[in-house]
């Protein structure tokens, strides 16, 4: 289990590309996934950095919400 922690507050939200958003499945948006992301410094999120921040369901669900509205 991967314990790493990635810091909502040094992400740059502006730059979050969220996938998979069906609105079929709303209110749930059960298949959307944070495809994308920079930190502030303009540095891109790695492949695990971006698993790490989707295991966050409620900030994935926040960012949705804010891409679709």
């Known amino acids: 289990m991967n ?3 990635v810091d909502l ?3 740059d939200e502006s730059t979050i ?3 998979g ?3 079929k499945d709303y209110p749930d948006f ?3 996934f944070i495809q994308y ?3 502030k410094n ?3 999120l790695t492949d695990e950095q971006l ?3 989707n295991d966050d369901f409620c900030f994935v669900y926040k960012m949705v919400l804010r891409q679709i509205y």
């Open 17 to 19: 590309i969220v996938s």
């Open 3 to 5: 314990y790493n922690i």
């Open 37 to 39: 992301a920079e930190f």
């Open 42 to 44: 303009g540095a891109p």
């Open 9 to 11: 507050n040094e992400i």
């Open 30 to 32: 059960a298949d959307s």
């Open 21 to 23: 958003i069906d609105t």
């Open 51 to 53: 698993d790490i921040l």
